[in-house]
């Protein structure tokens, strides 16, 4: 079984940064890739942002410029950083990962969500 926790959402003012983590914990061989979601107040799940094991990124066109994800292999970490934010970013953030056991067996997680919110 594999854990994925975020951290680091909260409050923030329009124009603001923030900077989410998701720490990954458990039966966990190799995280193939890691990604985050969001679901804005009642919309449906959209990706954010995905990254290989290799370091190879993608975007939603929506955060481009303005948030970079980035991990750290050897602490099973993933983070997001979040810059310019604007209100159209008030969402829950999951973290995501594609994860092959020690058992071999390949399974895709989801973590709790954590809470951002972009007001003034």
């Known amino acids: 079984q594999v854990q994925l926790v975020e951290s680091g959402g909260g409050l923030v003012q329009p124009g603001g940064s923030l900077r989410l983590s998701c720490a990954a914990s458990?039966?966990?061989?190799?995280?193939?890739?890691m990604g985050w979601y969001r679901q804005p107040p009642g919309k449906e799940r959209e990706l954010v942002t995905t990254?290989?094991?290799?370091?190879?990124?993608n975007y939603a066109d929506s955060v481009k410029g303005r948030f970079t994800i980035s991990r750290d292999n050897a602490k099973k970490t993933m983070y997001l950083q979040m810059n310019s934010l604007k209100p159209e970013d008030t969402a829950v953030y999951y973290c995501?990962?594609?994860?092959?056991?020690?058992?071999?067996?390949?399974?895709?997680?989801w973590g709790k969500g954590t809470l951002v919110t972009v007001s003034s």
């Open positions: 990254i290989t094991s290799g370091g190879t990124t």
């Open positions: 995501n990962a594609d994860v092959t056991s020690w058992s071999n067996s390949r399974i895709n997680y």
């Open positions: 458990g039966s966990i061989f190799r995280i193939n890739y």
